[in-house]
T-cell receptor, first 110, second 114 residues
Framework: AQRVTQPEKLLSVFKGAPVELKCNYS??????LFWYVQYSRQRLQLLLR??SRESIKGFTADLNKGETSFHLKKPFAQEEDSAMYYC????????????FGQGTRLTINP | ETGVTQSPTHLIKTRGQQVTLRCSSQ?????VSWYQQALGQGPQFIFQ???????GRGNFPPRFSGLQFPNYSSELNVNALELDDSALYLC?????????????FGPGTRLLVL
């Protein structure tokens, strides 16, 4: 069965410090992995996807198939990064059936 | 361009009742997915509709059913409501089924079952 685990429900770091939000997955095939973000009073939105290998708002995520991880990283946290972050896996080709983790609430302290 | 909209925003029902939630997809999007998000949890996939046909279903009982209309708007129906159905219901639309297409989420409908 496909599963996404985000081990930290809450993460608090100081502004300017590095941030790493952990995500581990279980899936037997080649996964499509995503990070979604929900800022306060806003709707859930895509932050980045591994297939694009892009950096959005300074965030990057590398797929490590050996460790089955897709951790989200940013070298210098900003206050506006405070939000709820969800890691998600799409196990289906030709469909979008996202399997989400429980989410990590990131708080950036000034 | 109009984003994904959902109605109603909030709803209170009693156990055993039936409920219909509505979703208008973003302009030009033919694919709609529904998710249930219980408090403190991530969204859980219910089902997806593509061009008016169901295209996959998550681990939800048959009392969760849906429809997609020719204009690609969608409904989620839940019969015989149970207390555990209390959750935020999210609708997401995308341009197509392709994995690289972004899913755009609506604001959700918060359902409380008493």
């Amino acid at each position: 069965a496909q599963r996404v685990t985000q081990p930290e429900k809450l993460l608090s770091v100081f502004k300017g410090a590095p941030v790493e939000l952990k995500c581990n997955y279980s899936y037997s095939g080649s996964p499509e992995l995503f990070w979604y973000v929900q800022y306060s009073r806003q709707r859930l939105q895509l932050l980045l996807r591994h297939i694009s290998r892009e950096s959005i708002k300074g965030f990057t995520a590398d797929l490590n198939k050996g460790e089955t991880s897709f951790h989200l990283k940013k070298p210098f946290a900003q206050e506006e990064d405070s939000a709820m972050y969800y890691c998600a896996l799409n196990p289906a080709k030709g469909a979008q059936k996202l399997v989400f983790g429980q989410g990590t609430r990131l708080t950036i302290n000034p | 361009e109009t984003g994904v909209t959902q109605s109603p925003t909030h709803l209170i029902k009693t156990r055993g009742q039936q409920v219909t939630l509505r979703c208008s997809s973003q302009s030009g999007h033919n694919t709609v997915s529904w998710y249930q998000q219980a408090l403190g949890q991530g969204p859980q996939f219910i089902f997806q509709y593509y061009r008016e046909e169901e295209n996959g279903r998550g681990n939800f009982p048959p009392r969760f059913s849906g429809l997609q209309f020719p204009n690609y708007s969608s409904e989620l129906n839940v019969n015989a409501l149970e207390l555990d159905d209390s959750a935020l219901y999210l609708c997401a639309s995308s341009l197509s089924l392709a994995v690289q297409e972004t899913q755009y989420f609506g604001p959700g409908t918060r359902l409380l079952v008493l």
